[in-house]
C-alpha cells in the first residue's frame, strides 16, 4: 500500500521542491495555519497518514519587531505543541514525525556535529531549544522523530541565496560585519534527497541538514562573486545591520560551522559537497 505523508507547509520554499521529489508517496498537503484550530479539527486532517514531514515556520529573516516575535515563536513552539495533541487524539498515529529546526541551537565558534548538547546562549538558541522541546514530546506517544537542523538553504527561487545573489549581481557585494562568521548551508536539491534518505533509512535523532565543508562570510559571499564574476569590495558594518534588523541581526553577524555527522555516518552522498559545487549545479 502507498506510504501517505502528509507535509506542513507544502508552499515553501523546501515543501515545494519536496512535493516535486518524493513522487513515489501519496503527499496530503496541509496548511500551517490549520494547526491554531482544535486539536480534534487538526487530528481529522492526520487520518490514515502515516508519516508528518512538518516544516511550517513564519519567514525568521527580517527586522525582529513584536509582531514578526509573536509570529516567529506562534508558527514554531504553539504549532508543534498544537500537532502533537492533535496526534495523541489519533487512534492510529503516524509511526514518524520529521520536523525543521535550525542550527542556530549551536555556539558560533568551533566546529559543530549532533553529539553536540552545549548550546548557545541566546534569543535565538533558546527559541530552537524550545521548538525542538515541543517536537519531542511527540516521543511520548510512541512516534519515532527525526529533528532536522537545517543551515541556509541555497535556491534561485528563494531564500538568503536569491537576495544575495541579486546584490551581488548589481556590484554591491562584500562582507558583514567582520566576515569571519560560520556559513552553513545546503543546496536545495540535497535537501529533499536527504529528507527522502532519512525516510528510506528510518533515521531518528537529530540530524544536520548542512553541506559537509562550512565556511565563513567572507569566502561565501567571495565565492558567490567570483562565480557570477562581480566584486565584492563593500562592507557591511556591524553597527548599520543592528540598527536595520535589531534583534535580527544575530542571523548575520552570529553563525555556526555545523558539519552533518549523521547523514556521512550513513553514507548519505551530497550532490553539494561545498560551495563550489553548489555553485555550479544553481549557476548552470
Known sequence: MEKQIAII???????????????????ISVPGRSFYDSPESIARKLT?????????????????????KKEIHKSRIELTSNLVKAI???????????SASAIGIY????????????????????LVI?????????????VKLTVMRLGIVLSRKGGAYKSIRKIIK???????????QGYSFIII?????????????????????????PV?????????????KRPSIFTLPAWLIKSIFSEGSILILKGQKVIPGVLLKHNFRFVGNNLNSCLDILEK
Open 9 to 27: 507547509g507544502a508552499t515553501g520554499l523546501i515543501g515545494s521542491a519536496l512535493k516535486e521529489h518524493l513522487k513515489k508517496f501519496k503527499i
Open 48 to 68: 490514515d497518514i502515516d508519516l508528518i514531514i512538518n516544516l511550517a515556520g513564519y519567514p525568521i529573516n527580517g527586522r525582529w519587531t513584536k509582531k514578526r
Open 88 to 98: 495523541s487524539l489519533l487512534d492510529k498515529r503516524p509511526a514518524h514525525l520529521i
Open 107 to 126: 555556539e558560533d565558534d568551533g566546529l559543530y556535529d549532533e553529539s553536540v548538547t552545549d548550546y548557545a546562549d541566546n534569543n535565538l538558541a533558546k
Open 130 to 142: 524550545n521548538w525542538e522541546s515541543a517536537m519531542r514530546k511527540v516521543k511520548e506517544l510512541n
Open 170 to 180: 548589481l556590484g554591491l557585494g562584500g562582507k558583514m560585519g567582520t566576515g569571519k
Open 189 to 213: 536539491d540535497d535537501v529533499v534527497r536527504a529528507i527522502e534518505f532519512i525516510i528510506d533509512k528510518k533515521i531518528y535523532g537529530v540530524v544536520n541538514l548542512v553541506c559537509p565543508e
Open 216 to 228: 565563513d562570510n567572507l569566502t561565501f559571499i567571495k565565492g558567490i562573486a567570483k562565480k557570477l
